[in-house]
């Protein structure tokens, strides 16, 4: 009894890696395509206004066939908490989020942003590394999103969508993804490197976000900018795999050392993390999601400025 037993268990255990897909982190639409309809396949659609990317009523004008939709901005992918937005929400609040759109832990999710511009694809880039998070490795995010689709002239259905039974989806926290305040502060001492995915003004301290208290990057940051590798073709945005290696290959960072990506608010740092760790081969990459809003909160804190080298905090801060 026990060898039938341990025979069929294996059997389901075939049967279900049989089902996965195994994608790669960024996939192609034309691959999508040739997967479509296929057992435990979601495709999930994160427009927002991003990028004047669309909302539900978009989704329903046009969309990838058998497509789900999830606002990447307003149904809880992150959260503000203790003065500090854009945060990872606990860990139950997702597994409702997910499982109420019908993605279990056997579903493979391809995530589709509106492809309208480089801020959106860190929309789908957040929602990837929020998968992984939590444990999902099944997960991947369609390179040019919707607006590559449209352009590709690949099929698009309109309409309401058909209700969605939910799911249970379980969810672990995979703490190696997600980078402290404390952790940071550590990193400063030690070989890891900093990797600020701002744009160069941020960077530089020209610009501040106003979820800052204070411009500037965290001392020693390097800088690779979230939209520097993305690209336009027919109006929309995809990422160039070859650019982006030549941009890493440039700070000279080291593939094995520990990284960690950061931003503003934990949006561009999420497009950073994915390029370093997912496309770049980066093999230990941690995302600060508080990012400036949380580094700045403490006075002590050290920042650079392009212009008046290493302060605090509190000397620049209103």
């Known amino acids: 009894m026990r060898s039938r037993l341990i025979i069929a268990a294996g059997a389901l255990a075939v049967a279900g890696q049989a089902h996965a897909l195994h994608p790669s982190p960024l996939v192609e639409a ?18 927002s ?31 503000n908490r203790d003065g500090v937005a854009g945060l990872m929400p606990e860990v139950a609040a997702l597994e409702t989020l997910i499982g109420e759109l019908g993605i279990d832990n056997d579903d493979t999710v391809v995530v ?17 590394w929020t998968f992984k998070a939590l444990g999902h490795d099944e997960v991947a995010i369609l390179n040019g999103g919707v607006a590559g689709w449209q352009a590709q002239g690949y099929e698009v259905a309109s309409g309401a969508p058909e209700a969605i039974a939910a799911s249970d989806f379980e969810g672990r926290l995979q703490e190696e993804l997600l980078a402290t305040t404390a952790e940071v502060e550590a990193a ?27 411009p500037g990057t965290i001392p020693g940051a390097v ?8 690209v336009e073709r027919d109006g929309a945005y995809y990422l160039d795999a070859e650019a982006l290696q030549a941009n890493i290959d440039a700070l000279g960072l080291a593939p094995e050392a520990p990284t960690v990506a950061f931003c503003n608010t934990g ?34 804190r050290p920042l650079h400025l392009a212009e008046r080298g290493t302060v605090t905090v509190g000397e620049l801060a209103d």
């Open 267 to 300: 949006h561009w740092a999420a497009s950073g993390w994915f390029q370093l760790s997912e496309v770049g081969g980066l093999e230990n990459v941690s995302m600060y999601d508080g990012s400036m809003a949380e580094w700045t909160r403490d006075d002590d």
């Open 30 to 47: 034309e691959w999508l395509n040739d997967q479509l309809g296929k057992e435990d396949l979601v495709v999930l659609d994160v427009r």
């Open 188 to 214: 400063r001492e030690s070989d890891a490197a900093l990797v600020d995915a701002r744009p160069v003004d941020f960077y530089r301290g020209e610009t501040q976000s106003p979820a800052a208290r204070a």
């Open 49 to 79: 206004s991003i990028d004047d990317g669309g909302d539900r009523e978009s989704f329903e004008s046009a969309r990838i066939p058998g497509s789900r939709y999830s606002s990447y901005t307003d149904a809880g992918w992150r959260e």
């Open 223 to 230: 800088n690779l900018p979230h939209h520097d590798a993305l």
């Open 112 to 128: 589709a942003a509106a492809g309208t511009g480089p801020t959106d694809f860190g929309s789908a880039a957040r929602v990837y």
